[in-house]
């Protein structure tokens, strides 16, 4: 497995450090971009419910505390693939909403690796049973993504035809130390990250029909650091107690409740802008009153707040729910001078799993996963405005077992599909293909014994 970690490690790290997502999402443009789910693919699926989510092969850094139910060293690397199709909404000046204009994007969603610190093989040799559990897990993935090209033509009367151009490119990442710790049903954890990457932006105003042409232009990159943090908590209740008298026929019922948030933090800003304005005057250009600064401040982020609950029957299905809300106001920053509106996101979704044990048929031991979403996007409010932007979507995906290096594993692969801003200025309907591997090994850490 440490081969197989080392060669993801060595081929899509670079890969996320020089790769800009390829993306045309107007809503981007409102604070640092548009915000990257956290939630792993196994979740994702079920709508999101990492609140409560817990799996002893599958990784969920939204709640660290779902780490210590890990029974195994996991490696989850995840990538996604979205076709995305935008026109303009209908308004008082646009009585007939457009065509859809599709474009296509994708990136690596994550990198993984969680590490159990006590293996549960220890315990069956030393015929011991402990009452702690405790889980690390590193993880690699984007924060943030920005990227859209508008272009806005204009006519005045006495300067003529106007054109403006405004254009955002890159993104934040963040690498995520977590841990969890679980005595008997109750468990805690705590994410510690680290916030960097640029963005860049692009305002351009051409005047044509002046003479001579003129045009002035801003461009600016915003380079960003600074420390995540989010702590979480989970307890789980047991239904109909344990199976003492070792009935085969015994389903444990649990439900577990989950809740986990942060403060705002803060992040530091090293912004490089240069202002120009060019002239071209018998085909000659001239550069006029061409200024560049550099200019250091800080910015925060907001603070965060989500809880869930999930049932679990035995291991054939599981049913549940996630809200969180996100403090979108109180975010600052040096290159957004309007204010955030606060956000909130209600997801339901499950799975199903005939039997995991099955001999006979496959198709018996995969995951069926399932939800629906309903997110809000953190935009700028205008005056006198109450317009929030919603993303609705619905996902279905599965989780195929395999066999690695006589070692259970998934391959997971899903579809969403989705809508966002219904019925504003500007509408988003996507197809999200989204895959993850994840590897598991048991026998990290293990005692070697000898007679």
Known sequence: MLKKIAFFLIFFIPLVAFCQPKDNSPYSRFGIGDIVDRNFMSSQFMGGLGASYKDPFQINIVN???????SSTTFDIGVFAENSGLRDGVSTDNPQPSEYQNIWKGNLSYLSLAIPLQNKLNDVLDRKERNISLATAFTLMPYSTVGYNVKIDEFDDDIGEIKKKFEGSGGTYQFVWSNGIRYKQLAFGLNLGYLFGNLDYLRRVEFEQSAPFFETELRETNRLKGFLWNAGAMYTFKLNGENINNDVNFVPKRLTIGIHGNSKTGFNNRSTAFEGSIQNVSGILDSLNSTSEIMESTGKLPSELGLGATYYHGSKYALGFNYSTTKWSQFESSFVNNKLNNIKKLSFGGYYRPNYNSIGSYFERVYYRFGLY??????????????????????VGFGFPFFYQRKISHANLGVT????GKGTAVEERYVKLSFSFTFNDDEWLIKRKYN
């Open 64 to 70: 660290p505390a779902s780490l210590s139910y890990l």
């Open 374 to 395: 309903v997110n809000e996007v953190p935009n700028e409010i205008p005056q006198n405005s109450n317009e929030i932007i919603r993303d609705i979507g619905v996902s």
């Open 417 to 420: 599909l989705g809508m966002l």
